[in-house]
């Protein structure tokens, strides 16, 4: 069994076609790049125990949300330290372990949902399906740079793209299956024909002969809204039996790429290509010296593109982990006969679609303009998009319209293409300021960049979210006639915390029980996080204008040859 893994066994012969391992290595990356369509599974996480609402017990997003953070800081954390076991033990066993990580982290997701651990979850997909991310993202890229000396940017391209488009992928087929599973709950009838009892915030309602917990739903029946029962607990959202079949669906393709893996023999070259000359252009910000590992994280250089690179993911990425949501949440209450579930899926697609895009055309707009100017665009146009969503959010609020909503899909589909072209252009920058010969280990440590910024993102966009939603509520809760609120609620205002942490009062129902007109507050509840995101993006743009070319006493003293490019 050793003998399967070990270096010597993956050397491929004489004659081999280096076209053959490109699939095995994209296929790796759209695998793993599902990570993108994470709030695909939002709605059903936080529905788990309610299916058609959120029960008491069920998990808050914010809760969720977090799940997406962690296996993004085990994708950055692991990935730091697998680029040396790589060039060890080889990419067929690293590929291995990460097919195992991978689809093993949903079926110990799948086990949390079960049982309701949430714990469990956040160790399954969080820890264990992050380690697998992070060490499924720098085989596939090492390996093919080592294929292709004469092509390195298509071919870390290649892969890149694939992760940047894996939730292209994986946002429809998610979806998918979450329909074939979802089991409805157990009916009880509408709220006028079933006494409800109000315990400690939650409902009750008996039935067989025994108090059980309920939810109330409003549901459109007909022409008229209904206030319906349903049993907590009963039916079935479809997440865990969804988790059990991308689990080994993943592991099953993932493996199976991992042992089509080849790598060059000692000394091989592509036939007729010989290393190219150092380029003997003067250009300012591109260096013709080689810095080492330990020495470039000495210089302010790699410090400020830390920042560059983590409040450009930052901004993104907290936008990436509740995309579905944000989008229900700012046109699903606003243009409700556009934006359903459907639409909203598609949404995850498009920005797959568009991260994947911006990979390949950044990256081609950096090598004619340079890595300096390109960042300055990402973050002076990011700045501007970003400051107009609340606008946007306000507008569709006070006059629904759908050009609000093209508006919105355009700008998002924008940062995401610059959310994309800042991973594959970073390596690109880290060479040009440190040289080549050791990109590889320099971006491997740059990337803790990218486990910060898996912090940071969901964390400000779901604390924001979730302030600006309880302030919602008490203002609505206020305009609220005493009695009125006492018989939808069976309890009195001052209640209205330990209703409110009960999941038994929401916007959502408070909107119901006021004036025809009242603006909906759920569109402007992200207004916070773009302001935030806006300033984070103008920090980066002083970093990004501060970066020099490193001082001549960090460069080796002897200039080596040609080296291996870095990868993303």
């Known amino acids: 069994m050793p003998g399967l893994f070990s270096k010597d066994r993956i050397v491929a012969g004489p ?3 280096r076209w053959l391992v490109p699939p095995a290595s994209v296929a790796i990356h759209l695998c793993i790049g599902s990570v993108y369509a994470w709030s695909i599974f939002n709605p059903p996480l936080e529905r788990v125990q309610g ?16 799940i997406f953070t962690v296996a993004i800081v085990f994708l950055g954390l692991s990935a730091a330290v697998a680029g040396k076991w790589l060039e060890r033990v080889g990419p067929r066993l690293v590929g291995t372990v990460a097919a195992a990580c991978w689809g093993g982290g949903f079926l110990v997701g799948a086990a949390g949902i079960w049982t309701h651990q ?20 720098v085989s596939p890229v090492s390996t093919l740079i080592r294929w292709f000396p004469d092509r390195r940017g298509m071919a870390a391209g290649m892969a890149i793209m694939g992760f940047g488009g894996g939730a292209m992928i994986g946002a429809p087929l998610k979806e998918w299956l979450l329909g074939i599973f979802r089991q409805p709950p157990e009916r009880l009838g509408t709220a006028d024909g079933v006494e409800l009892v109000t315990q400690g915030g939650r409902r009750m309602a008996e039935v067989s002969g025994t108090m059980q917990e309920v939810i109330v739903v409003a549901e459109e029946v007909g022409a008229e809204i209904q206030d319906t029962v349903y049993v907590v607990g009963t039916g079935s959202v479809g997440v865990a039996e969804t988790f059990v079949v991308l689990g080994l669906a993943y592991f099953l393709v993932m493996l199976i790429a991992s042992f089509c893996y080849r790598i060059p023999a000692e000394g091989w070259a592509p036939a007729g290509w010989t290393p190219p000359e150092q380029d003997a252009a003067d250009k300012k910000m591109i260096s013709r010296h080689d810095v080492g590992i330990d020495q470039a994280i000495k210089t302010p250089q790699f410090y400020l593109v830390w920042i560059v690179l983590c409040f450009n993911v930052t901004a993104g990425i907290g936008v990436l982990g509740v995309a579905k949501t944000m989008m229900t949440e700012i046109f699903g209450t606003t243009l409700p006969d556009v934006v359903d579930g459907s639409f909203a899926a598609t949404y995850v697609l498009m920005i797959s679609v568009f991260n994947m895009l911006g990979r390949f055309f950044w990256a081609s707009v950096s090598d004619r303009i340079g890595r300096k100017p390109t960042y300055t665009v990402f973050f002076v146009l990011g700045i501007a998009l970003y400051l107009s969503i609340p606008f946007t959010a306000a507008a569709v609020s006070a006059k629904p319209a759908t050009i609000w909503l093209v508006y919105f899909y355009a700008a998002t589909m924008v940062i995401f293409t610059m959310y994309g072209g800042g991973f594959a252009t970073i390596p690109a920058y880290l060479a040009d300021l440190f040289g080549s010969r050791f990109v590889g280990g320099i971006h491997g440590r740059l990337l803790t960049a990218w486990s910060t910024a898996g912090v940071l993102g969901p964390w400000a966009i779901t604390s924001l979210r979730e302030s600006q939603r309880l302030q919602a509520i008490g203002d609505l809760a206020a305009k609220v006639d005493p009695a009125r609120f006492r018989d939808a609620f069976g309890a009195d205002k001052d209640q209205l915390a330990e209703l409110v942490a009960t999941k038994t009062v929401d916007i959502a129902n408070l909107i119901g029980l006021l004036p025809e007109g009242t603006v909906d507050p759920r569109a402007t509840l992200y207004n916070s996080t773009m302001y935030l995101m806006a300033a984070l ?23 080596p040859g040609p080296g291996p490019a870095g990868n993303d």
């Open 118 to 137: 949430l714990w469990l979850v956040y160790l399954g997909y969080g820890v264990i399906g992050g380690c697998g991310l992070g060490l499924g993202y």
């Open 537 to 559: 993006l103008g920090i980066a743009l002083v970093a990004n204008w501060a970066i020099r070319p490193v001082d001549a006493r960090h460069h080796l003293d002897v200039e």
């Open 51 to 66: 299916v058609v609402g959120r029960a008491p017990a069920d998990w808050s997003l914010g809760s969720v949300v977090w």
């Open 15 to 17: 004659g081999f076609n």
